[in-house]
Structure formats: C-alpha cells, structure tokens
C-alpha cells in the first residue's frame, strides 16, 4: 500500500489533487483510515495516477477521464482509442481556431503600431526621493502578485511607474493583481515607467528599512536605489507590460468592510472546495466562497450553499491579499461572480488587490 504522499510523488500529482479526485470519484484510495482520514492506495493504482496526470496534461475533461480510467480497467482498449482520438481533434480544431484568432490580433496589432504600455516614457534620467517606509510598505503590498512564469517573462518583475508626485508599483501574474503607491519629491518631468525584475525588487526592499528617504534613479535600461551609503542597481526587464490603469475602474461591487484577523481566521477554519481546472499542468487548489450579505458583512459559504451571487476565489491568494493589505481593517469588494474580487485599504483607496474569480461547479 502507498500512502498519499507516496502515490503524489510516484504518480505524479499533487497531494490537493489526488484528494479532489478521491471526492470526484475518479481514482479512489483503496482504504481510508477511519479514525485519521488518511488515504491508502493499492499498487496497481499508480499506474491510473500516472494515465490521469497524463490525461490532465493533456486538457481532458473529468468526464472523459472518468471513461478512459472505467476502460483503462477493463481493458477495453476500443473504448479508451475512440475517447483519446476524440479529444485529439477537439485539441486539433481548437488550435486552429486560435491560430486564426490570433493572426486576426496580429494584425491589428501591427494597425495599431503602439505598445500597450510604453515603459520608455523619459528620455532623461528621471530622479526622486521616497521615504523609506512608504517605499517598503509599498513594495511589500505588490510582491506577492509578481508572476514567475517563464512563458510569460513580462510579467516577471514589478512595474515603477512614476507621474508627477507618486510613484506606483504594479504587479500581476494574470490572476491577481497588486497596485500600491508612494508620494515622491524631485521629479518634475514627464512620466517615467520601468520594469524592475524581481530580484532586484527584493534587493531594494532590504535596503529600505531606515527611517531616512532612499533615492531612486531611472537612467535608460539601469535602475538604482540608494540608501544613505549603499546601494543596489541593475538592468530593467526589456518587456512591455500590460496596460494596469485598464483595471483600476471596475463596476462598483457590493462593498464591507471587515476584521482582517477574523476573516482570516473565518478562511483558515471554514469549508473550502477544490477547483477543477482545466488548465494544462495546473492542479485543483483550495477554494473560498464569499457572499455579501444584506447586513453588509462578508461570509464564507458552507459547501452545499449555492447561491447565484457567490464568488469563488483562490484561498491562498486571497490570504496573500489580506497579509498584503496590512490593514487591522480592510474593505472587500465583490461584484458579480464573474468579476475580480477587491481587497482595498480604507484609508488609502489607490492601494488595492484584484483577484480573478473562480468558476463555481453546481
């Protein structure tokens, strides 16, 4: 018998995700023990383990996958053929919708002959000062929404974006986003964008920890930050990156304001369900349900609760986004289940999270 940590590493799924498809019934454990809960598996189950991770990869719904393991079983190879071929052409014909799709944006992009953010706005070196508590609390409020995927190195790093007397730090990895701001003195030219990688972010947060302004210098692809006699600097990320002032105007959503440490603690002790994602690569995760009530406060939903104007959302994400607001009050925002959830800090509106809902299987 291999336990579930075992059968994780051997079969190539996560311990979340073997979980979730005890639950769907896709690949049961061979025993659960009744007083602890922990699961058993047979040996003959790696091998569905390792055809459902494959399959997963692959982008297979449950539903096939529940077929292909059925005819896996029982050697029915007929059956497992006609679902594999099947998928296939559905991967097949999507692909090629896409590749029209995206010759259609190709063009008008080029029509359009203009990035989505222009990170190159100053053409002089641009210099401020900021102090460094703001600067720290700032970076500290973005950090954990910087993407780390390498198909998407524009996202790898934190946006600087410096206009008039405030200095905003961006960050996204598609699903959440993090805007925080600090006022800085010195800059009267035009506004200046660079995109800072993360190692570098996190070189600038060590320095900022005194009391005293730290300096920051943007002169052509070189980015410095200097704190009294130190110093830390390198190259800029040459990427575009999205344009974020597109998503600071959402519609109004039904807005409360909460206790940080008891919602959080409402989220760490109350029910969860496990998404489905359909992502290739990606496993199911821990999902929250959140509803506005009429008295204005936000509840975590019980399991069987499906209300239409429930929002899914990430756990994890959104205790990040609670950690970030560093608020003993902050303000939830949630509009309808396809929009992003907001966690903004009620006394300063222009630091804020997003978070992209989670679609709700009922």
């Known amino acids: 018998m291999r336990s579930i940590g075992e059968m994780a590493r051997e079969g190539g799924l996560g311990v979340s995700a073997l979980r979730f ?18 699961r058993w598996y047979e040996p003959g189950q790696l091998e569905e383990a390792r055809l459902l991770a494959r399959l997963r990869r692959a982008g297979m719904p449950l539903a096939d996958i529940r077929l292909v393991l ?31 799709e995206f010759s259609t944006l190709r063009a008008l992009l080029d029509r359009r002959e203009k990035p989505m953010t222009s990170l190159r706005t100053a053409t002089a070196a641009t210099r401020v000062s900021v ?31 410096i206009e008039g007397e405030e200095l905003r730090v961006v960050a996204t990895d598609r ?16 506004r200046a964008q660079v995109l800072v ?12 920890t005194g009391d005293e302004p730290v300096r920051l210098t943007v002169d052509g692809d070189r980015v410095t930050l200097e704190a009294g006699d130190r110093q830390t600097a390198g190259r800029s990320l040459d990427h575009e990156f999205p344009d974020y002032r597109r998503l600071m105007h959402l519609p ?35 999902l929250s349900v959140l509803r506005v009530t009429d008295g204005g406060t936000v509840v975590v939903c019980d399991e069987g609760d499906d209300d239409p104007d429930n929002v899914g959302v990430n ?5 990040h986004a609670l950690t970030a607001g560093a608020r003993d009050e902050l303000v939830v925002e949630l509009g309808a289940p396809t929009a992003p959830l907001a966690v903004r800090r009620p006394d300063d509106e222009g630091a804020f999270s997003l978070l992209m809902p989670v679609r709700l299987e009922n």
């Open 175 to 190: 699903y959440r986003m993090a805007v925080a701001r600090a006022r800085v003195t010195g800059h009267g030219g035009p």
């Open 21 to 38: 498809y005890d639950r769907a019934g896709v690949l049961v454990p061979a025993w659960v023990d009744p007083v602890s809960g922990y």
């Open 70 to 100: 059925a005819g896996w079983a029982g050697a029915d190879t007929g059956l497992v053929r006609g679902l594999l071929e099947a998928h296939l052409r559905r991967l097949e014909l999507g692909l090629s919708d896409a590749r029209g």
């Open 131 to 161: 102090a460094a508590p703001d600067f720290a609390t700032a970076l500290d409020a973005v950090r954990f929404a910087a993407g780390t995927d390498p198909e998407l190195p524009m996202l790898g790093g934190v946006l600087f974006d």
């Open 197 to 208: 990688p993360l190692p570098l972010v996190d070189a600038m947060r060590a320095l900022s």
């Open 315 to 319: 756990r994890e994400f959104l205790l």
């Open 252 to 286: 109004a959503g039904r807005r409360a304001h909460i206790d940080s440490a008891a919602f959080r603690a409402a989220l760490e002790n109350g029910p969860v369900r496990t998404s489905e994602t359909t992502e290739p690569g990606s496993e199911p995760h821990d």
